[in-house]
C-alpha cells in the first residue's frame, strides 16, 4: 500500500517570499503520479501541479514548481512570490499508474500568508 | 468549465437516520469518487466508480453504500448514521485513463454532521 505524508501541519510565510511545503511518499511502483492540490477557505479543491515519475525535470506552473526527489521519494512544493489569494490547505496525492485514476492523500499543510 | 455539484453545503442528522448525499458532474467523465475529508487524516477513499453500476470499495467503505445508475450521478449512502460519520465529504470526478490527464475535479463538500 502507499502512503503519503505531509509532516508540517501548518506553515506561515510574509506576502511576496518564498515558502517550500513538504511531501515524502513510500511505494514500491516504478510508474506513478504526483500532485498537489490546493484547497481555498470554503472554495473548492483544484489541481495545483503534477509530476510524472518517468520524467527527470521537475514541473513548474507560473509560481508554483516542485523538487522531485525520486530515490528520496520526496516531491516538495515551491511557492513563489507568495499572495495573499495562496492562503489554503495543500494536499500532496500519489497515484499508482494503473489505479484507475485512484489516489492516495497526504494529511495536509495549511497555508497562511500574511500581508 | 467542468463543475461538480454536491446536494446539501450542510446536514445534521440523528444518530440512525438513513442519509443520502448526492454528486452530480457534467463533463460526462467516467470516474467518480466520495472521499471524506477529517483533521490531520486529510482526504480518505470511501468508494470510487469507473462506470454506470460499476462500484469498487476504497479504504473505508465500512458504514457505507454508493450508487451510480446514471453516468453523471454517484450517491452516497449512510445506512444508518453513527456520530463517527461526522465530517466534510467530497464528490470528485475525473475522466477515464485513456485520456491520460489522471486530474480529479472536486465538488464544494457537504459538512455532515451526526447528533
Known amino acids: 500500500a502507499q502512503t503519503v505524508t505531509q509532516s508540517q501541519p501548518e506553515m506561515s510565510v510574509q506576502e511576496a517570499e518564498t515558502v517550500t511545503l513538504s511531501c515524502t511518499y513510500d511505494?514500491?511502483?516504478?510508474?506513478?503520479?504526483l500532485f498537489w492540490y490546493k484547497q481555498p477557505p470554503s472554495r473548492q479543491m483544484i489541481l495545483v501541479i503534477r509530476q510524472e515519475a518517468y520524467k527527470q525535470q521537475n514541473a513548474t506552473e507560473n509560481r508554483f514548481s516542485v523538487n522531485f526527489q525520486k530515490a528520496a521519494k520526496s516531491f516538495s512544493l515551491k511557492i513563489s512570490d507568495s499572495q495573499l489569494g495562496d492562503t489554503a490547505m495543500y494536499f500532496c496525492a500519489f497515484m499508482r499508474e494503473t489505479s484507475g485514476s485512484r489516489l492516495t492523500f497526504g494529511e495536509g499543510t495549511q497555508l497562511t500568508v500574511n500581508p | 468549465d467542468v463543475k461538480v455539484t454536491q446536494s446539501s453545503r450542510y446536514l445534521v442528522k440523528r444518530t440512525g437516520e438513513k442519509v443520502f448525499l448526492e454528486c452530480v458532474q457534467d463533463?460526462?467523465?467516467?470516474?467518480m469518487f466520495w472521499y471524506r475529508q477529517d483533521p490531520g487524516l486529510g482526504l480518505r477513499l470511501i468508494y470510487f466508480?469507473?462506470?454506470?453500476?460499476?462500484?469498487e470499495k476504497g479504504d473505508i467503505p465500512e458504514g457505507y453504500s454508493v450508487s451510480r445508475e446514471k453516468k453523471e450521478r454517484f450517491s452516497l449512502i449512510l445506512e444508518s448514521a453513527s456520530t463517527n460519520q461526522t465530517s466534510m465529504y467530497l464528490c470528485?470526478?475525473?475522466?477515464?485513463?485513456?485520456?491520460?490527464?489522471?486530474?480529479?475535479?472536486f465538488g464544494p463538500g457537504t459538512r455532515l454532521t451526526v447528533t
Open positions: 466508480s469507473y462506470d454506470v453500476k460499476m462500484k
Open positions: 470528485a470526478s475525473s475522466p477515464s485513463d485513456k485520456l491520460r490527464t489522471y486530474e480529479q475535479y
Open positions: 511505494t514500491s511502483e516504478s510508474n506513478y503520479y
Open positions: 463533463m460526462d467523465h467516467e470516474n
